[in-house]
T-cell receptor, first 118, second 111 residues
Framework: GAVVSQHPSRVICKSGTSVKIECRSLDFQATTMFWYRQFPKQSLMLMAT?????????EQGVEKDKFLINHASLTLSTLTVTSAHPEDSSFYIC??????????????FGPGTRLTVT | QKEVEQDPGPLSVPEGAIVSLNCTYSNSAFQYFMWYRQYSRKGPELLMY????GNKEDGRFTAQVDKSSKYISLFIRDSQPSDSATYLC???????????FGTGTSLTVIP
């Protein structure tokens, strides 16, 4: 299957600083990528849909000025958590959409980034 | 009401047992149903992908969809310790569009 990478895998930052997380599709081009957040023992919650060359679409309740998304190329989307606070500590997972041989879409998930804000 | 309901468990079974994992949903527009396996501190990996109602089998895994009851299941036969993980169901109305995830069921297979 297709491979999606994320960097960094884990990051610790101080409250008030910004953190950038990268999501790359390694062997396919992804016009659409998704960013999820997962708190312990909870499901994945979609934060935003990232489309190459256009503005991201944010889910209700997600602050677009706090979670900046840039999808500058067909293989890279970035999520920047600005002015991070301890409540932003979570597991952030991206996925990239690819077309299967049957013409359907599939989402391939990255390994996730664990953010800890102290 | 949540879009997708899934019993979080935890579920603990002996090696070799048949495991049944289930999700219910409320949105009748869902047509694409997925099961993901997620190991601790890792991203989800796709196990099974089904469209509309019916069964799909892949090795020891069988996915069932009953759209009339808005109920989907994943069966694992001859469960192995390596199957120990969290299993998430996901569904969408259109392929590649927004996924709605269940909370995940934590499974432990005891050797």
């Amino acid at each position: 299957g297709a491979v999606v990478s994320q960097h960094p895998s884990r990051v610790i930052c101080k409250s008030g600083t910004s953190v950038k997380i990268e999501c790359r599709s390694l062997d396919f081009q992804a016009t659409t990528m998704f960013w999820y957040r997962q708190f312990p023992k909870q499901s994945l919650m979609l934060m935003a849909t990232s489309n190459e060359g256009s503005k991201a679409t944010y889910e209700q309740g997600v602050e677009k000025d706090k979670f900046l998304i840039n999808h500058a190329s067909l293989t890279l989307s970035t999520l920047t958590v600005t002015s991070a606070h301890p409540e932003d500590s979570s597991f952030y997972i991206c996925s990239a959409r690819d077309v299967t041989g049957q013409g359907l879409y599939e989402q391939y998930f990255g390994p996730g980034t664990r953010l800890t804000v102290t | 009401q949540k879009e997708v309901e899934q019993d979080p468990g935890p579920l603990s079974v002996p090696e070799g047992a048949i495991v049944s994992l289930n999700c219910t949903y409320s949105n009748s527009a869902f047509q694409y149903f997925m099961w993901y396996r997620q190991y601790s501190r890792k991203g989800p990996e796709l196990l099974m992908y089904t469209y509309s109602s019916g069964n799909k089998e892949d090795g020891r895994f069988t996915a069932q969809v009953d759209k009339s009851s808005k109920y989907i299941s994943l069966f694992i036969r001859d469960s192995q310790p390596s199957d120990s993980a969290t299993y998430l169901c996901a569904m969408s109305a259109q392929p590649g569009n927004q996924f709605y995830f269940g909370t995940g069921t934590s499974l432990t297979v005891i050797p």
